[in-house]
């Protein structure tokens, strides 16, 4: 579950980037155009994208440090959400259920016992 929980937090990290990069995009534009509310938009936008690196990175913890990983996802994929706005729901659904599936399998281990070796023949 923690291979899973890596996966989907890098690719919502990578939808996430996708967004801030459309929200960055209309701010600037917003900016240029004369309107107000543009270079705030584009902040947000840029604080997108930084938590969107910050998901990747948080979900390569996944494997060595799940707890750590599904608390850093967790964060950015509710500052994703909160800066992007409608755009930011597919990565923080996407970043959030990584987060879940890190979470839940911070306790498995994987079995690498071999089995027992057959008795040997008696004659």
């Not at 990290?13 to 459309?22: E, K, P, T």
């Not at 309107?35 to 997108?48: D, H, L, N, R, V």
């Not at 979900?59 to 440090?65: E, H, N, Q, V």
Request: proline residues 6%; glycine residues 14%.
């Amino acid at each position: 579950m923690k291979i899973a929980g890596l996966v989907l937090g890098v690719i919502g990290g990578l939808f996430g980037l996708v967004s801030a990069s459309c929200v960055a995009l209309v701010g600037e534009v917003a900016d240029v155009v004369g309107m107000e509310e543009g270079s705030s938009i584009a902040i947000m936008g840029y604080i997108a994208f930084a938590t969107g690196i910050s998901a990747i990175v948080g979900s390569s913890f996944a494997i060595t440090k799940p707890k750590i990983a599904s608390i850093v996802m967790i964060i950015s994929g509710i500052l994703i959400l909160v800066s992007t706005g409608v755009l930011g729901i597919i990565p923080f659904i996407i970043i959030g259920i990584g987060a879940l599936l890190t979470f839940l399998g911070r306790n498995s281990v994987k079995n690498n016992t071999q089995p027992a070796a057959p008795p040997p023949p008696t004659e």
